[in-house]
């Protein structure tokens, strides 16, 4: 039988069940089980052992324990030296390992009459105990004879015949007294002694460093500031990685110093020749100078190695650690107002050397070349060397900067020509200007012989751009380039071969030297050739040529940035040490404002500059008179042959052929002849002006007729 479900509450709006919310319970972690009291324990003293604190502590105290067993060996070895011959048969290997035979055969010499005195020395002590006994018995009985006569007199002048004995036991009392001190002092002298002993042991460890390596303080481990010892340069060639060096080394013993001439103090470092045993080359050496420099605990940069004069020598100096970092000292120039120069018998203060001595550079008929990398501090180097000469009232200067950002402006008003810029327009202007020194060098070949002429500087600064420049002139001349047709080499060449004899100089700052922008023909023009930091020993050959870099100059190995203003210098213009081919500058550094100050000054030493800033090369007709009136600008007066000269670099095809008498047969009739002030012929600035003023009112007089 079945039945029906019938609802009687029927829910029209049913709602859906509350959602069930599950709760889950995370149970705690479990506690961690408890450390072990001796996991601890083994840990604290882990940490204890390997603390810095206790390793230092631990290492002081084996670093003076060791100095004594240090001290003991050297002690020994020193006792055991003296006593045998060891020592001349170390220094006959160390001869013989350095291939030097005649200094050995002198060692065997020495060694031989040390045995023969040793030899003799020992059979004297056969004889001797019996000597010293017969020696012992006069003694004594000269002693006691001469106190019983003292002891007569003492008995006669007094009258008591007791008086006899009195001497001699005073004496004996004397020792008496003596032994009771020793016995005194025998016992503590006994338990003080060792002490002393060790103590004794202990300073001649500690003054030698005798402990190992790791023993030693932490400013020994890493060398810093350690001194530069015979020990030391000997290690340092041993370890250089030459074979033939390290065997030969090793064959002389301890007496490897031996190579070493003695170290002396050479400005902030220290100077050593060493003389490098038979099959090692010099060169071995110069390539190496960086493990060098690490081998002695120092930078690539504190490590200098020339090549003296004898045969087989490195000449090394080494800098105080951080020395060459410090800057040197203000120039002269910038701190002495009365400063002034001579051309011809002064020589330039640039700087200083690498021993701390002045650094003085002769400027007299020398062509200059100065390069590097840029911003190292060639331009400064450059105009140091021209503001010092600019102080000499008789030079004369015609610039070119084809950089044009105003490192030259201060010789506005003071060179004859300044041109600024790095266009090619200004690098034609800048071969017009030393066209036109050309052509005043012709002039001044061609002068009677025994004339006189002031110095005359053409100098360019960035004359790589001048070098690789593109453009051409109407006939299809380069500008630039380094071929015989190219303007601007063509010139530099013909002063460097002729100028220098009638005091015409070419001075140039290139940067970045290649074989395009600075010619080889060109560079080796220079008699003064100086190099800032360089990138490659190839760039340093062409700065400083291949018999500097020979010789141990590597500008390529200062440090850029780091070294700016340090100079690498090949000239005869300055002191360089004998036997070297070059010598390190550090010049000084003289900012815009007191080169301004400088220039200021050698103007007021003057009578007044008119500075060019281009050079005329329209075909128009000149204006003579106008022109003359241009380059005397505010000077009273100007000498005609300076006014020649000025015209010349004015307009080189108007004027470049003038002679004094061209210049009288223009100024003829105007009222402003030449004449004479002080024994020389002169045009006067006021007779110039006033012949201008009437030529232009009776101009104008004859227009209005």
Same mark, same amino acid.
């Given at each position: 039988?079945?039945?029906?479900?019938?609802?009687?509450?029927?829910?029209?709006?049913?709602?859906?069940?509350?959602?069930?919310?599950?709760?889950?319970?995370?149970?705690?972690?479990?506690?961690?089980?408890?450390?072990?009291?001796?996991?601890?324990?083994?840990?604290?003293?882990?940490?204890?052992?390997?603390?810095?604190?206790?390793?230092?502590?631990?290492?002081?105290?084996?670093?003076?324990?060791?100095?004594? *067993?240090?001290?003991? #060996? %050297?002690?020994?070895? #020193?006792?055991?030296?003296?006593?045998?011959?060891?020592?001349?048969?170390?220094?006959?290997?160390?001869?013989?390992?350095?291939?030097?035979?005649?200094?050995?055969?002198?060692?065997?010499?020495?060694?031989?009459?040390?045995?023969?005195?040793?030899?003799?020395?020992?059979? &004297?002590?056969?004889?001797?105990?019996?000597?010293?006994?017969?020696?012992?018995?006069?003694?004594?009985?000269?002693?006691?004879?001469?106190? $019983?006569? *003292?002891?007569?007199?003492?008995? %006669?002048?007094?009258?008591?015949?007791?008086?006899?004995?009195?001497? *001699?036991?005073?004496?004996?009392?004397?020792?008496?007294? =003596?032994?009771?001190?020793?016995?005194?002092?025998?016992?503590?002298?006994?338990?003080?002694?060792?002490?002393?002993?060790?103590?004794?042991?202990?300073?001649?460890?500690?003054?030698?460093?005798?402990? @190992?390596?790791?023993?030693?303080?932490?400013?020994?481990?890493?060398?810093?500031?350690?001194?530069?010892?015979?020990?030391?340069?000997?290690? /340092?060639?041993?370890?250089?990685?030459?074979?033939? =060096?390290?065997?030969?080394?090793?064959?002389?013993?301890?007496?490897?110093?031996?190579?070493?001439?003695?170290?002396?103090?050479?400005?902030?470092?220290?100077?050593?020749?060493?003389?490098?045993?038979?099959?090692?080359?010099?060169?071995?050496?110069?390539?190496?100078?960086?493990?060098?420099?690490?081998?002695?605990?120092?930078?690539?940069?504190?490590?200098?190695?020339?090549?003296?004069?004898?045969?087989?020598?490195?000449?090394?100096?080494?800098?105080?650690?951080?020395?060459?970092?410090?800057?040197?000292?203000?120039?002269?120039?910038?701190?002495?107002?009365?400063?002034?120069?001579?051309? /011809?018998?002064?020589?330039?203060?640039?700087?200083?050397?690498?021993?701390?001595?002045?650094?003085?550079?002769?400027?007299?008929?020398?062509?200059?070349? !100065?390069?590097?990398?840029?911003?190292?501090?060639?331009?400064?180097?450059?105009?140091?060397?021209?503001?010092?000469?600019?102080?000499?009232?008789?030079?004369?200067?015609?610039?070119?900067?084809?950089?044009?950002?105003?490192?030259?402006?201060?010789?506005?008003?003071?060179?004859?020509?300044?041109?600024?810029?790095?266009?090619?327009?200004?690098?034609?202007?800048?071969?017009?200007? $030393?066209?036109?020194?050309?052509?005043?060098?012709?002039?001044? %070949?061609?002068?009677?012989?025994?004339?006189?002429?002031?110095?005359?500087?053409?100098?360019?600064?960035?004359?790589?751009?001048?070098?690789?420049?593109?453009?051409?002139?109407?006939?299809?001349?380069?500008?630039?380039?380094?071929?015989?047709?190219?303007?601007?080499?063509?010139?530099?060449?013909?002063?460097?071969?002729?100028?220098?004899?009638?005091?015409?100089?070419?001075?140039?700052?290139?940067?970045?030297?290649?074989?395009?922008?600075?010619?080889?023909?060109?560079?080796?023009?220079?008699?003064?050739?100086?190099?800032?930091? =360089?990138?490659?020993?190839?760039?340093?050959?062409?700065?400083?040529?291949?018999?500097?870099?020979?010789?141990?100059?590597?500008?390529?190995?200062?440090?850029?940035?780091?070294?700016?203003?340090?100079?690498?210098?090949?000239?005869?213009?300055?002191? !360089?040490?004998?036997?070297?081919?070059? %010598?390190?500058?550090?010049?000084?550094?003289?900012?815009?404002?007191?080169?301004?100050?400088?220039?200021?000054?050698?103007?007021?030493?003057?009578?007044? $500059?008119?500075?060019?800033?281009?050079?005329? #090369?329209?075909?128009?007709?000149?204006?003579?008179?106008?022109?003359?009136?241009?380059?005397?600008?505010?000077?009273?007066? *100007?000498?005609?042959?300076?006014?020649?000269?000025?015209?010349?670099?004015?307009? @080189? &095809? /108007?004027?470049?052929?003038?002679?004094?008498?061209?210049?009288?047969?223009?100024?003829?009739?105007?009222?402003?002849?030449?004449?004479?002030?002080?024994?020389?012929?002169?045009?006067?600035?006021?007779?110039?002006?006033?012949?201008?003023?009437?030529?232009?009112?009776?101009?104008?007089?004859?227009?209005?007729?």
């Amino acid at each position: 039988m079945s039945g029906n479900v019938v609802h009687l509450h029927k829910d029209t709006n049913p709602e859906p069940d509350p959602p069930v919310t599950t709760l889950t319970v995370v149970p705690d972690p479990p506690a961690a089980p408890p450390v072990p009291l001796w996991l601890r324990s083994g840990r604290a003293v882990r940490t204890a052992v390997t603390h810095e604190a206790t390793r230092t502590a631990a290492r002081t105290v084996a670093r003076h324990s060791l100095y004594v *067993l240090g001290g003991a #060996r %050297i002690v020994g070895r #020193r006792a055991w030296d003296g006593r045998t011959a060891a020592r001349y048969e170390r220094m006959l290997r160390a001869a013989e390992a350095a291939g030097n035979f005649e200094a050995a055969a002198e060692w065997e010499e020495r060694g031989q009459r040390f045995r023969d005195a040793r030899h003799r020395r020992r059979m &004297d002590l056969l004889h001797s105990p019996l000597d010293a006994a017969k020696g012992a018995a006069v003694s004594a009985g000269m002693g006691v004879g001469g106190l $019983v006569l *003292l002891g007569v007199a003492m008995a %006669i002048a007094t009258k008591d015949a007791t008086e006899v004995v009195t001497p *001699l036991m005073a004496v004996i009392k004397f020792i008496n007294l =003596l032994i009771t001190i020793v016995q005194v002092v025998w016992g503590p002298a006994l338990t003080v002694g060792p002490f002393l002993a060790l103590l004794a042991l202990w300073s001649v460890g500690a003054h030698q460093q005798a402990a @190992p390596q790791w023993a030693l303080p932490a400013g020994v481990r890493n060398g810093e500031g350690e001194p530069i010892t015979p020990s030391i340069v000997v290690k /340092a060639l041993r370890d250089l990685g030459v074979p033939a =060096l390290r065997k030969a080394i090793q064959e002389m013993g301890d007496a490897g110093a031996s190579m070493l001439s003695p170290i002396v103090i050479a400005g902030c470092g220290v100077e050593v020749d060493v003389t490098l045993p038979s099959g090692v080359s010099t060169i071995e050496v110069q390539n190496r100078r960086r493990k060098l420099a690490e081998n002695l605990s120092r930078h690539e940069h504190e490590v200098f190695i020339t090549i003296p004069t004898a045969a087989r020598t490195v000449r090394l100096w080494v800098a105080d650690s951080g020395a060459l970092d410090e800057p040197i000292g203000p120039s002269p120039l910038a701190t002495d107002d009365t400063m002034t120069a001579d051309y /011809a018998k002064g020589k330039a203060p640039w700087g200083q050397d690498l021993r701390g001595d002045a650094a003085n550079l002769s400027l007299y008929q020398r062509h200059l070349l !100065i390069t590097g990398l840029s911003n190292q501090g060639k331009t400064v180097a450059l105009r140091s060397l021209a503001l010092w000469l600019s102080l000499d009232k008789s030079v004369q200067f015609l610039m070119g900067d084809l950089k044009g950002v105003g490192d030259w402006k201060m010789f506005d008003g003071l060179a004859l020509t300044l041109i600024q810029g790095p266009t090619d327009e200004h690098v034609i202007q800048v071969t017009e200007m $030393v066209e036109g020194a050309v052509d005043e060098m012709n002039r001044r %070949i061609q002068a009677p012989p025994g004339t006189q002429f002031p110095p005359l500087i053409v100098l360019v600064d960035e004359a790589q751009v001048a070098f690789m420049c593109p453009a051409k002139d109407e006939d299809k001349r380069p500008y630039g380039g380094a071929k015989a047709n190219s303007r601007y080499f063509m010139a530099v060449r013909k002063i460097h071969n002729q100028g220098r004899a009638v005091n015409v100089l070419m001075w140039q700052g290139t940067q970045d030297p290649t074989n395009e922008n600075l010619p080889k023909l060109v560079r080796e023009g220079a008699h003064t050739r100086a190099s800032l930091a =360089l990138g490659t020993e190839s760039q340093a050959r062409m700065a400083l040529g291949d018999k500097a870099v020979d010789g141990g100059a590597a500008p390529n190995l200062l440090r850029p940035g780091l070294d700016r203003g340090t100079l690498v210098v090949a000239s005869d213009g300055i002191t !360089i040490p004998a036997g070297q081919s070059s %010598i390190t500058v550090r010049t000084h550094f003289i900012d815009d404002a007191t080169a301004e100050a400088i220039t200021d000054r050698a103007k007021a030493l003057r009578d007044g $500059v008119t500075t060019l800033h281009a050079i005329e #090369r329209d075909d128009e007709e000149r204006d003579p008179l106008a022109d003359i009136a241009a380059v005397i600008g505010d000077a009273p007066r *100007l000498r005609t042959q300076d006014v020649l000269k000025r015209l010349s670099v004015l307009n @080189p &095809d /108007a004027y470049g052929t003038w002679s004094p008498v061209d210049l009288t047969r223009v100024l003829d009739g105007t009222g402003a002849e030449p004449y004479k002030s002080d024994g020389r012929m002169v045009v006067g600035r006021d007779h110039i002006a006033r012949a201008l003023a009437h030529r232009d009112t009776d101009g104008s007089a004859s227009d209005a007729g």
